[in-house]
C-alpha cells in the first residue's frame, strides 16, 4: 500500500519535474508520470498539479493533444494560454500547442544524471499531500495504487 511519504515523495519529484520545463516548453501530464517511473498514472499527474504550489509553473502542463485542458484551475479559461503566450508559445486554429515545436519530454530531453539531479532536489523542497489526495490514490479506480482485496 502506498504510504504517506510514498505519495509526497511522487509529488515532490512532479514538481520538481515541472519546475525543470524551460520557459517557452510545455509537457504533458503522460511524460511526467513516464518520468516519474509510473507511465500509466497522467492522471495522478493531473491530481497533483491541480494541488501544486505557487512556485510551480503549471501552466507548462498541458494534455497528449496540445490541449490546455487544466486552464480552469487558473480561475479564468484565458489565463494559462495567456501566461504561455507570454513566453512565447503560439496556439493553431483549434486553440493548440504544437507538442513537436514546443514540447519537453523530460525521459526523452533529460540525460539519466540529470534526471536523477532533479529528483534529487526534490527531497530538498518537500511536498506533503493532504489525506484526501491519499486516499484518492489509494481508492481511485483509476489510480495505479489503487488499494485492492488482493492487496489487503
Not at 499527474?45 to 510551480?56: E, H, S, T, Y
Not at 494560454?81 to 533529460?110: A, C, H, M
Not at 534526471?115 to 483509476?142: C, W, Y
Amino acid at each position: 500500500m502506498l504510504t504517506h511519504e510514498e505519495a509526497d515523495n511522487l509529488a515532490s519529484r512532479t514538481y520538481a519535474l515541472v519546475r525543470a520545463c524551460p520557459p517557452g516548453r510545455v509537457t504533458t501530464y503522460g511524460w511526467l508520470a513516464k518520468a516519474i517511473g509510473y507511465p500509466r498514472a497522467a492522471r495522478v499527474i493531473g491530481w497533483f498539479m491541480n494541488k501544486c504550489p505557487r512556485d510551480v509553473p503549471a501552466q507548462r502542463v498541458i494534455n497528449s493533444k496540445g490541449e490546455l485542458s487544466g486552464s480552469w484551475a487558473f480561475g479564468s479559461p484565458d489565463l494559462m494560454r495567456q501566461l504561455l503566450e507570454n513566453e512565447g508559445i503560439t496556439f493553431d486554429d483549434n486553440g493548440r500547442v504544437d507538442l513537436k515545436r514546443y514540447g519537453w519530454d523530460p525521459s526523452r530531453d533529460l540525460s539519466q544524471d540529470e534526471l536523477q539531479a532533479i529528483f534529487a532536489g526534490a527531497a530538498s523542497n518537500p511536498t506533503h499531500v493532504s489525506e484526501g489526495m491519499l486516499r484518492l490514490l489509494r481508492t481511485d479506480k483509476t489510480s495505479p495504487f489503487r488499494v485492492t482485496s488482493v492487496d489487503e
